[in-house]
Nanobody, 125 residues
Framework: QVQLVESGGGLVHTGGSLRLSCAAS????????MGWFRQAPGKEREFVAA????????IYADSVKGRFTISRDNAQNTLYLQMNSLKPEDTAVYYC??????????????????WGQGTQVTVSS
């Protein structure tokens, strides 16, 4: 089993920045691709960004390209999401997720095996 714990969420004004962290523990493997998803009230969970285990491959949702940056520190078993130029439409609960084994990056939530409990991000206008 892998446990994922997100942190770093909060309330920020439009144009502000936040950095989310996701600490992995348990049977972690730095070879796993990891990603961030988000879910706004009344909406389905949507893909935000993903990164492969060697940080060579990253993918982003069009809505966050140029504003968000995903990264990871395998030595610390930690995934990050730097969010800049935040907009009210970025308001959501943000979840980190991990795939098992040597699976590649993916934007599909059903391809991720482990999920954190989420951290709330609220962007005020």
């Amino acid at each position: 089993q892998v446990q994922l714990v997100e942190s770093g969420g909060g309330l920020v004004h439009t144009g502000g920045s936040l950095r989310l962290s996701c600490a992995a523990s348990g049977r972690t493997k730095s070879s796993s691709a990891m990603g961030w998803f988000r879910q706004a009230p009344g909406k389905e969970r949507e893909f935000v960004a993903a990164i492969n285990w060697r940080s060579i491959s990253t993918i982003y949702a069009d809505s966050v390209k140029g504003r968000f940056t995903i990264s990871r520190d395998n030595a610390q078993n930690t995934l990050y999401l730097q969010m800049n130029s935040l907009k009210p439409e970025d308001t959501a609960v943000y979840y980190c997720a991990a795939r098992i084994g040597y699976a590649p990056v993916s934007s599909k939530s059903n391809e991720y095996n482990y999920w954190g409990q989420g951290t709330q991000v609220t962007v005020s206008s």
